[in-house]
């Protein structure tokens, strides 16, 4: 289970409900870009919105795994393929997060500028759960 960033100006997950399924492309911290190559067809993962609001706002799956970007020069620069699974009834604030003990160790408490990360089970349970999933 994982959860991608995404700017909703440039193209959030009312973008991924609209075209069903996308290339998820334009990461750069080699971090990141590690957590790219370690999904798997069918993992689920969260999708984050930036900007303003800073929330976790639905659900997508992994469709294709990692591959070199073929817009890109650089092989070690990777995309995937997701599709659209469902809104969350309730986005799920960065500020919710934070405020809860049990995220103390989340990556997205801990390191907010990283674009894609790994969600623990127990945490991903909780996190459906504060969406009202």
Known sequence: ????????ETYGYADLERDKRTVWDGVRNPQA??????????????????????????????????????????????VIEVQAKERVPKPVTLAQVKADPAFAEFQLVRMSRLSVMPVPAAMWKKLLKMGGM
């Open 33 to 78: 870009l590690k957590y790219l190559g370690q999904m798997k067809k069918g993992d689920q993962v969260f999708v984050y919105e930036t900007g303003d609001d800073k929330q976790i706002v639905g659900l997508a799956e992994v469709t294709k795994e990692a591959y070199p970007d073929p817009k890109q020069k650089d092989p070690k620069l990777l």
């Open 1 to 8: 289970m994982w959860l991608l960033k995404s700017d909703p």
